[in-house]
């Protein structure tokens, strides 16, 4: 038991602190908020226009008419992480609008059996402790209108704390920058995440990390890496609302999603990885809303080595009534990507209905 505690805590340590420029990074920042979001396949890069701008793309805060806030709550990996969100935003003029958000992803009351052997080879069940992992990314956002009419732009700065129990900690910061722009219905938008590299630096408690240093034959012979970085990665998105006689309307939106590495995705190379998303929504009266989407192409390998690709549809719904939004959706329907699913839901407030 204490050799597979041991082994399965190098092999998070490997993940968090292994070469400088990491692949996964500050990865719980790609995760998404914001159901109505999710269960359109995070397509909300050209259309986003709500508090929820401050991660989409700050340029949509723009379309704030009065203060808002929202909340968010997810669980991952059957309850065992939680995910939550909370965001405020506000016009400053009509020129100009900013936001701040906080996101924590964590798990809670992890069992630490590191020291459940004593040094005599003995069980000791009371040597048993708890920890806790989580990871905290706070958002100031600032928007404004550009001179030339139909386009927007925005900024955010981004800091990043990252803590494993009493092992390790970091801190980080970053900055993305996003733009929109209107013509004729269409939107159009592009977003480029950690645009000069989003810099963490870790403290080790090196004590801690010796305790358990050659506890595996061969492995952890040299204190991990105190710094990492977090690639640049764009996003493209398009978009147009249709509205209808009947006082319903169809939002379609589609985004391009640009990581400057290769992974599995579908088009994809040595220099850069493109992954296509689609999402839509109809809304009838401004009240009831249906949503879908899919994304996350994936060139599967299955175990009979033959290959597939991968996606992940995603659904949802929503209800707005007095400035009052409640949206859930069930992400990752149907299992197509081999992970979990699962079931978010979110609240939109906006402050206007409180004078």
């Known amino acids: 038991m204490k050799k597979l505690s041991i082994i399965l805590f190098l092999l998070f340590s490997s993940i968090i602190f292994g070469q400088t420029a990491k692949k996964y990074s500050n990865e719980f920042m790609n995760i998404g908020v914001d159901a109505a979001a999710l269960g359109m396949s995070n397509t909300m890069v050209a259309n986003t226009n709500d508090v929820n701008s401050g991660y989409w793309n700050p340029a ?58 004593d040094n005599q080879g003995n069980i000791d069940y009371n040597r048993i402790s708890l920890f806790s992992t989580a990871d905290y990314g706070l958002t100031f956002s600032y928007a404004r209108k550009a001179p030339i009419s139909g386009l927007k732009y925005g900024v955010n700065a981004k800091i990043i704390r990252r803590i494993i129990g009493d092992f390790a900690s970091s801190w980080g910061f970053g900055f993305d920058v996003g733009m929109q722009y209107e013509r004729n219905k269409w939107k159009f938008g592009i977003l480029v995440r950690d645009v000069t590299t989003t810099y963490n630096i870790w403290t080790i408690d090196e004590a801690g990390y010796n305790s358990i240093k050659d ?53 994809s190379s040595k220099r850069f990885t493109i992954d296509p998303a689609m999402g839509f929504e109809y809304g009838y009266s401004d009240l009831v809303f249906l949503r879908t989407g899919i994304g996350n192409f994936q060139n599967v390998t299955q175990i009979d080595g033959t290959k597939k690709v991968g996606f992940q549809p995603n659904i949802g719904l929503g209800f707005k009534y007095k400035g009052i939004q409640i949206d859930y959706a069930l992400t990752d329907l149907g299992n197509q990507s081999a992970a979990l699913y699962s079931n978010i839901f979110s609240m939109k407030v906006d402050l206007s209905i409180f004078r």
């Open 215 to 267: 506890a595996v034959s061969g492995q952890n012979q040299e204190m991990p890496a105190n710094s990492e970085i977090t690639l640049p990665k764009a996003q493209l998105g398009l978009s147009k609302k249709f509205t209808f006689h009947n006082e319903s309307s169809l939002l379609a939106a589609t985004n391009l999603n640009v990581s400057f590495e290769q992974t599995n995705g579908i088009i």
């Open 60 to 117: 949509g805060l723009i379309g704030l008419n009065d203060k808002q806030v929202a909340l968010m709550h997810a669980s991952y990996f059957a309850n065992i992480a939680q995910y939550d969100y909370a965001a405020f935003a506000m016009p400053i003029d009509n020129q100009s609008a900013l936001g701040i958000s906080l996101i924590r992803f964590g798990v809670d009351n992890i069992l630490n059996t590191t020291q459940l052997i």
